[in-house]
């Protein structure tokens, strides 16, 4: 694993140490984690959703869904 250091606003770090001391996670890194994890899915699942659109206006679609979906799980 690598470690990352990155610039937050006061508002982020905020709400990282609430999610913190609510329990939501054991640790900032976590809460960070967490957070790129959903974002990570969020995109897969986004370009399922525009390969799917485009097959129904009937556009080629680029890339391997099923390589896409492999990813989601």
Known sequence: ???????????LERFVNRMVKNGSASTKAEVVRQA??????????????????ELKEGKEVRGD???????MR
């Not at 790129?36 to 659109?53: F, G, I, M, T, W």
């Not at 869904?65 to 990813?71: A, F, G, S, T």
């Open 65 to 71: 869904l099923r390589e896409i979906l492999k990813r």
């Open 36 to 53: 790129l994890s959903r974002y990570a899915e969020e995109k897969l699942v986004e370009s399922v959703l525009l390969a799917e659109q």
């Open 1 to 11: 694993m690598i470690t990352l250091s990155i610039p937050v606003p006061l508002q």
